[in-house]
């Protein structure tokens, strides 16, 4: 098993600038998170997903952000436009339906907005 | 909402010796408890969790207790190693909420001296 894959590691980009960031989750799991990681304010849940649709999405900070899962297999978290505050790591998560299912976590996506 | 409080922020121990983290919380109907351990670079990973119906968890060098009238639990780690030292969160479900509905405590960082 592969884990949780998430492209890229490390991204660098300028104020206004379109960032996305991907995800693979495990295969045959059937919830995915959005987790955002900061010093400031630690793990924020931004989203989460069951079998594809998004399920609680309360925690996306701005319309500036927006998540997708358009299959099983991929999702996508896209900030547009980006700002320098939107610095932070950001991980996906998987689990499997069922009150016994931890979360598996991805290695993050370390994002910089200059 | 749930509010999740975590002491202390860093820990730091001798090779051998015991470390316990703390955590609070504030929703009485909050029934998960799992604790997650970071290593750099990386995302967090289970180590251990609890619910609500159970008061002590055990598992080799780790455990975790529970106190739900005092709303607290905490992390124990015994005959601690340096490959122990990393940052651990706490975290707790929200009320009927699934897996990813977690609260993170701030995390602490725990290093352990050869």
């Known amino acids: 098993d592969a884990g949780v894959i998430q492209s890229p590691r490390h991204e660098v980009t300028e104020m206004g600038q379109e960032v996305t960031l991907r995800c693979k989750p495990i295969?045959?799991?059937?919830?995915l998170f959005w987790y955002r990681q900061t010093m400031m304010r630690g793990l924020e849940l931004l989203i989460y997903?069951?079998?594809?649709?998004?399920?609680?999405d309360s925690g996306m900070p701005e319309d500036r952000f927006s998540a997708k899962m358009p299959n099983a297999s991929f999702s996508t978290l896209k900030i547009q436009p980006s700002e320098p505050r939107d610095s932070a790591v950001y991980f996906c998560?998987?689990?499997?339906?069922?009150?016994?299912?931890?979360?598996?976590f991805g290695n993050g996506t370390r994002l910089t907005v200059t | 909402g749930e509010n999740v409080e975590q002491h202390p922020s860093t820990l730091s121990v001798q090779e051998g010796d015991s470390a316990v983290i703390k955590c609070t919380y504030s929703?009485?109907?909050?029934?998960?408890f799992p604790w997650y351990k970071q290593e750099l670079g990386k995302g967090p990973q289970l180590i251990i969790d609890?619910?609500?119906?159970?008061g002590e968890k055990k598992d080799q060098r780790i455990a975790v207790t529970l106190n739900k009238t005092a709303k607290h639990f905490s992390l124990h780690i015994t005959e601690t190693q340096p490959e122990d030292s990393a940052v651990y969160f706490c975290?707790?479900?929200?009320?009927?909420?699934?897996?990813?509905?977690?609260?993170f405590g701030k995390g602490t960082k725990l290093s352990v001296k050869p």
């Open positions: 998560a998987s689990s499997l339906v069922g009150n016994n299912s931890p979360l598996h």
């Open positions: 295969s045959g799991h059937d919830y």
């Open positions: 997903f069951n079998n594809n649709v998004p399920i609680d």
């Open positions: 929703d009485s109907a909050s029934n998960y």
């Open positions: 609890i619910r609500s119906n159970v």
């Open positions: 975290a707790v479900s929200l009320r009927g909420g699934s897996q990813g509905n977690l609260i």
